[in-house]
């Protein structure tokens, strides 16, 4: 099975930045589409971006549109989330996961999770 880990998380103070890496271990991270979800303490799973195969189509949730920047690097076998202007309702533990393409890959539908880096933004 494909495993990821992600990093790149901490605290924050609203209106700043972070960028999380997903790590990837797979052959050839060119075939897969990468997606990125976040779940805030007592609230389900949501996707927040993702990122398609090949010409690397991007797209972004609404409450992130604008603010945040999917990229991946498939030489590195990596894919980021550059967040900037965070703000407290970004507070999450934000997962990766790996699939065939972006409709694909909702939270049902993802059988196995890394461990997550957890995103805090508080003054």
């Known amino acids: 099975q494909v495993q990821v880990v992600e990093s790149g998380g901490g605290l924050v103070q609203p209106g700043g930045s972070l960028r999380l890496s997903c790590a990837v271990s797979?052959?050839?991270?060119?075939?897969?589409?990468i997606a990125w979800f976040r779940q805030a303490p007592g609230k389900e799973r949501e996707g927040v971006s993702c990122?398609?195969?090949?010409?690397?189509?991007?797209s972004y949730s609404d409450p992130v549109k604008g603010r945040f920047t999917i990229s991946r690097d498939n030489a590195k076998k990596t894919v980021y989330l550059q967040m900037n202007s965070l703000k407290p309702e970004d507070t999450a533990v934000y997962y990766c996961?790996?699939?065939?393409?972006?409709?694909?890959?909702?939270?049902?539908?993802?059988?196995?999770w890394g461990q997550g880096t957890q995103v805090t933004v508080s003054s």
């Open positions: 990122i398609s195969s090949g010409d690397g189509i991007t």
């Open positions: 996961a790996p699939g065939v393409s972006c409709p694909g890959l909702i939270p049902e539908n993802i059988a196995f």
């Open positions: 797979v052959d050839t991270l060119d075939y897969y589409a």
